[in-house]
């Protein structure tokens, strides 16, 4: 790459420490020693990488002469087109000044800089496919996490089971989906959840009308649980000290089922054994680590909790082949690697 090129990224914070700017295009940016500053409309760039917090509507007429990168993590292009929640999206970024435009649709927004961009980078072969109709150039890239924690060795359990996820409050309500299984384990024994989440959310275009997460996790949750806030030094103490981690997603919901398996690798990373809704890409991953962990009923969740809750060589192999898994398929090496082949392909 020529030392001389200006190259702009519109991150997901302004100090870059967001997950999304850490574990993707930033993570590559500071192991391959590449420059670059965060992008400002009405500068000229070389080339801009745009996470999801960018103005689509701006960066979709840039100039030819800037190559555009856009980094389109989520399953934006599964929702139906109607989906009152497309319309919602596009009329609050633009009420929130995010996009300098006002877009009808957010999705058709997505899609105008997919056909602008010079590359879209995605995280599953399903986003892939809804996307390359309008973009020949789609690259499938997972996040890494760079963080420094000791991965669980001791398998062993007490009493009382210790379960564990995280992830945002807005989607704790994947937890309905599981609930009656959680109540049957919990009348069987004792049992603490330990939910690793922001305590406080927005319930409304990711700004407006606040609320606690605890009052959300009562509404869906009859089993005794705990909220941990979350940050990345909360989350490596509290996570290996579970005995399972779970990750429960609403089926139905398109948004959902196209999720990466990112948060699966993460737990897995940390040594965890972990029971998962089946999607396409925790089914893929689950396959290839030689596990088989998904459920797509509740008598499966019932079955495979009830199966390490009650094993530790169970939960041993399931946390060792997880983390070994990871170690080798998605190491840093693989996901820098990743990553040249989405600049090399837009730079040459």
Not at 167 to 196: D, R
Not at 307 to 329: H, I, K, P, Q, Y
Request: glycine share 6%; with cysteine.
């Amino acid at each position: 790459m020529r030392p001389d090129l200006r190259i702009g990224y519109v991150p997901y914070s302004a100090d870059l420490q967001h997950p999304g700017d850490r574990r993707r295009f930033c993570f590559w940016a500071g192991r391959r020693g590449v420059d670059f500053e965060v992008a400002r409309p009405g500068r000229r760039y070389d080339l801009v990488v745009l996470s999801a917090r960018a103005d689509l509507t701006y960066w979709a007429k840039a100039p030819s002469s800037t190559r555009v990168v856009y980094d389109l993590i989520d399953s934006y292009l599964a929702i139906p087109p109607r989906d009152p929640r497309d319309m919602a999206r596009g009329i609050g970024k633009f009420a929130l000044r995010q996009h300098s435009r006002p877009a009808l649709s957010y999705r058709r927004a997505v899609v105008a800089l997919c056909r602008r961009a010079d590359a879209v980078v995605c995280t599953t072969v399903e986003q892939q496919a809804t996307i390359s109709p309008y973009n020949s150039n789609v690259h499938v890239v997972l996040d890494h996490h760079p963080m420094a924690f000791r991965p669980k060795d001791d398998y062993a359990r007490g009493p009382e089971l210790r379960l564990v996820w995280e992830g945002l409050p807005h989607t704790l309500g994947g937890f309905a989906s599981i609930a009656p299984v959680l109540e049957e384990i919990a009348a069987q024994q004792p049992l603490m959840l330990t939910l690793i989440t922001d305590l406080r959310y927005a319930r409304l275009a990711g700004s407006f009308l606040r609320a606690d997460t605890a009052t959300l996790a009562e509404s869906v949750l009859r089993v005794p649980h705990r909220l941990v806030p979350w940050s990345e030094d909360n989350l490596v103490r509290e996570a290996p000290r579970a005995d399972i981690a779970v990750i429960p997603l609403d089926a139905g919901d398109a948004f959902a089922r196209g999720k990466p398996e990112n948060k699966l690798l993460l737990l897995w990373r940390m040594g965890l054994p972990t029971v998962t809704t089946a999607t396409p890409a925790y089914d893929r991953a689950m396959a290839a680590a030689g596990l088989d962990l998904t459920c797509t009923t509740t008598g499966e969740w019932a079955t495979r909790l009830a199966a390490l809750a009650g094993d530790e060589s169970a939960r041993a192999n399931a946390g060792r082949a997880g983390r070994a898994f990871v170690e080798t398929a998605h190491s840093a090496a693989a996901r820098l690697a990743d990553w040249d082949r989405v600049i090399d392909s837009v730079l040459g």
